[in-house]
């Protein structure tokens, strides 16, 4: 019998993620909807209306949807918590990812699967024995080493720990993205400086600034210029994947609901043939190049390996925002598709475009389709290069929407 493969699960900010996560090979998603979670500030999130939709749309294409209801909870909370929660039972919504205690106890009063956020800062086995008469699936905290996750996962097995299904508990980790200064999240940071909640997700990254020292006796002043100090580089996990699937993780979570369609294509993409890679034995020092080179190209702040190997302080960025090599410049948007021709056509009305250019079409239904411009007609003519306000058309297998955007990909630097 094959030994069952790792779940790849994506962030979904938008339909237009959810959809590249599907097309780039995701097993499961995972997203928000009003404010009881912890990306309320920094994305667009989904209302409770959404939710049928969601759900429907994974079953249609095999995935499973993970809502996240992880943030802290007030008694003022409790009302719509409950709301969601029965909202999400309804639609067949997965499982719901919970940090607060109301919201596990609810959500096994009420029959609906529970995942435990990384927010709980599970980091040994007697808490996972706790926490198993709530979830199936547990995400370990941030800083833990891959060692410390094997022996996790041994001891569920050895004591047979289950959780509400019946089945052995899983154990969940994060393999790419960002990486917060804090204890698995719980930063202050935010709630000081601007009364602005990290927990409660309204985080306003003051981490991600730079920042001048002052010495309190004599008022001298120095800026932190060669690193910022605060500022985690971004984690990934691609060149060790092997090792995080050998320490027993069931699911490998990618952090970016905050991150465009793109990146969650291009993420999500790269991790699938990754694991495929390792599973069917191909997985090569020259592949991971390659992987590595095209995670580089869409938003990082520069990559490290976490904790998993074995480091007990962060690694941090020396600039600030993303040291993407690649950055997308809106050029326009798609007007009609000419299914028998495999023709698009696109209202350039931004900036211009010529043959040659990469480009990528992002939509709700489309997700995020990659191309080359290798040639494109302006009224029935071949043209080389056009400015903007033309209408153009050019060969696509894929199908052309209204709702799509048309990007141009141009190198950052």
Known sequence: MEKQKIELMAPAGSYEAITAAINAGANSIYFGVEQLNMRTKSTHNFTIDDLSKIAQLCSDNGLKSYLTLNTIIYDHDVQLMKRIIEAAKESKISAIIASDHAVMNYCRKIGVPVHISTQTNITNIDTVEFYSAYADVMVMSRELSLLQVHDINREIARREITGP??????????????????????CYLSLHTNYSSANRGACIQNCR????????EDGQEFEVDNEYIMSAKDLSTIDFLDKVIDAGVSVLKIEGRGRSADYVHVTIQCYREAIDAIYNGTYTKEKIEDWKERLSTVFNRGFWDGYYLGRKMGEWSDE????????????????????NAGIGEFLIEAQGCEVGDELLIIGPTTGVVETVLKEMRVDNEERQEVKRGTTITFPIAEKVRPSDKLYKLVDAK
């Open 165 to 186: 299904s019946g089945e052995l508990v899983r154990i969940e980790v994060f393999g790419h993205g960002a990486l917060c200064m804090a204890v698995s999240g719980k």
């Open 209 to 216: 600034k730079s920042y001048i020292v002052m010495d309190k």
């Open 320 to 339: 600030a925002g993303s040291k993407a090599t690649k950055r997308k410049v809106y050029i326009g948007k798609g007007i009609k598709y000419y299914e």
